[in-house]
């Protein structure tokens, strides 16, 4: 119970026609960030997110926190998004904003990673059985042994 608001009395009728007196108590239950997808995106910012966790459906003042950075995010047809800031690489914590002093507790991650290396990491994979990445790899590993046996 969020305590916050007063308690409200209302008059509730039962099936015999009999009216009894009860007290209406609000009930907050706090939203919850379960994850985030993607997982990563390049350090420069901007990569649209999508926020997956209960009860999102929160206030348009809502922010995004990544790491020590707060960012809007944005409803569309019942679903929460942001855009990532610009930040260093690295793992952050993401957690949600209602205001300055409320935020969730720390339940997704995200990566800010250096683009050339993300390309780096992709590059190796898919040319690794390219016949021209291949046969340079190998001119490169003779001249390497040339080079040592001089």
Not at 14 to 33: A, D, H, M, R, S
Not at 71 to 94: A, D, Y
């Amino acid at each position: 119970i969020d305590g916050t608001r007063p308690e409200q009395e209302a008059l509730v009728s039962t099936l015999g026609g009999n009216t009894v007196n009860c007290q209406l108590v609000e009930v907050y239950i706090p939203p919850k960030l379960l994850r985030v997808s993607p997982l990563w995106g390049p350090e420069g910012g901007s990569t649209r997110v999508h926020l997956h966790g209960d009860n999102l459906s929160l206030p348009p003042s809502t922010r995004i926190r990544f790491g020590s950075t707060s960012v809007p995010c944005e409803f569309i047809e019942g679903e929460m998004f942001c855009r990532t800031p610009l930040h260093p690489p690295g793992i952050v914590n993401v957690s949600l904003m209602r205001c300055e002093e409320d935020e969730t507790m720390d339940e997704a991650t995200f990566e800010f990673v250096r683009l050339e290396a993300a390309f780096d990491v992709t590059f190796a994979r898919t040319n690794a059985f390219c016949p021209l990445r291949s046969q340079q790899q190998h001119d490169d590993e003779l001249d390497a042994e040339d080079d040592a046996s001089r």
